[in-house]
């Protein structure tokens, strides 16, 4: 949804003075010739892409002069850059730049570019420009990126709602989304499964709440097409026209998201059946291959509980898969080695592993609550079956 590039604000703004002083421009061209358009971009190959862009763009229909205001710039030089979008602080900043090259590097990408031509009156449309000026000072121009609620969409979005007097919100808090965050995630990060697995085991309940049309166009996708049911007060449609400018040539992010339960389920299955068979055969490879599930469900559970205590990742917060995964499971490696000998859990090792089978019903239960719940059942499938089979191994003598 974002895209790098130089920051050059400063520079932007000089621009704009210097055209505006020289002849009729988008900065100082009155509201009755500005034509508004949402533009938007494709998911790219990239996984920081996966999501796609949009900007909105502000035409001079006299001098043919055009501009395209987005708000997915980010700088990997910015001082501490990776400790801050690790904790969730990320800092982004809003960009302009002439139409023409800025979409021309989205069509040499691949990625499909669509104008929508928006029915703002003039006033609308001058008092939409002057904001994005605004927002583009440098004092303006930053702001703390929210993976969903605030975001290069929402911004864009929000933009347009102001300039229309609310009327975007209005209409699309009253239709009811058609995905969560969580399988809207895991849709679009289809093409990098690993990636998408490891957002899928980080997010919380949060990711899970159902979502109106408003909140769930954070996606640029989904903001386009909402748009194409949006009416102004005088029942005119927002939507002049919609123009395909360059068609997507890369792979198509699927329809719906991917159900993980059958997969995740037959992994654990799989896993659960090989420390069954190792433990019985091969108690070598048996230690072995406990001993990278309990570190995997340990580290597993030390990152979910930073996400959830030290960051602002507030989408990761009360993640109940730390009921499967944490750092529990590090108490029980000693025991896994010693019972490949024979030697049985120690009381205290019951106590842990009836802990952890305590916690893993738990989690089950807690999909029986009322309201929102987080929605892990791959999670679940996968966890099960080895902690059952290690809880089996690890109390089982000779």
Known sequence: MHRTGSILLLFALLLFGTLSSAHASVANAPGANLEVSLI?????????????????????????????????????????????????????????????????????????????RLALNA??????????????????????????????????????????????????????????????????????????????????????????????????????????????????????????????????????APDLRLPLALAGLLIAALIVATRRWWHTGYALLGTLYLLAAGLVGILLLVLWTLTAHHSAWANANLLLFNPLAFLLLPTLWRSRRGLAASRFIDGVIALQLLAALIAILLHLLPGVVQQNQPWLLFALPCWLALAWSLRRAG
Request: aromatic share 12%; charged share 20%; net charge negative.
């Open 40 to 116: 938007t971009y494709g998911p790219g190959a990239t996984y920081w892409e996966r999501f796609g862009h949009d900007a909105i763009e502000l035409r001079d229909s006299v001098s043919g002069e055009a501009v395209d205001f987005n708000y997915g710039v980010f700088d990997f030089n910015e001082s501490n850059f990776f400790l801050n979008f690790a904790r969730g602080r990320m800092h982004y900043l809003m960009d302009a730049g002439y139409s023409a090259p800025e979409q021309a590097s989205y069509v040499e990408d691949g990625r499909s570019v669509t104008r929508q």
């Open 123 to 256: 006033d609308q449309a001058g008092a939409l420009r002057d904001f994005l000026l605004w927002n583009l000072r440098p004092e303006n121009a930053g702001y703390n990126y929210d993976y969903y609620a605030d975001n290069c969409t929402t911004r864009v979005r929000d933009a347009l709602n102001q300039a229309l007097g609310g009327i975007l919100k209005t209409q699309l808090t009253a239709r009811a989304g058609g995905m969560t965050y969580r399988q809207q995630t895991a849709r679009l990060m289809s093409a990098q499964p690993w990636l998408m697995l490891i957002m899928d085991l980080g997010l919380g309940p949060y990711a899970d709440q159902p979502l109106n049309a408003w909140q769930e166009s954070f996606l640029p996708m989904v903001l386009q097409a909402q748009l194409r049911d949006v009416h102004l007060d005088n029942g005119q449609p927002l939507l002049l026209s919609e123009q395909l400018l360059s068609p997507n040539r890369l792979d198509v992010p699927p329809a719906t």
